[in-house]
């Protein structure tokens, strides 16, 4: 089995980028938990962050080519805008949990629409950097029943 973990953009600035709403975790902090988490469990897990929606759409479409068994989405800012990145997702059909740091329906009226959530397995918001590991956790358990 094999897992993707995708970020969108500015969450590379996490750990100082507006703590009150994305607590001071770093991406790398993050991204080494899940990493361990999934090793311990023998489940392949990679992440992939970009400021670039063409990256991660071309990241989602090589996952596809790789038979990837489920994603972890935190689409940040696209998840809002992007018609594009919720397509790729779609086309590849790779199942996924979206997830958000902050409770974007405590933010602004902007945050409340997500171009993602209706395709989801479920989603995760304002959990902060755990709502990850929680993710993870419910994969796990899948992947172990197949
Ligand atoms: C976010 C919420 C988005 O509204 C915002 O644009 C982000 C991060 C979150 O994790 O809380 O960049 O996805």
Redesign the pocket.
Known sequence: PHLLVLH????NLLGTREPK??GSTTLAEINLALAKRAEAAGVNLESFQSNHEGALIERVHAAGQQGVSYMIV????Y??TSVALRDAIAGTGIPFIEV???N?HA?EAF?HHSYFSDLAIGVITGLGSEGYLLALEYLLSKVSAE
């Open positions: 969108g953009p500015n969450l709403h994305y935190n689409p940040a800012a998840t809002h958000h740091l902050s974007v933010r945050r």
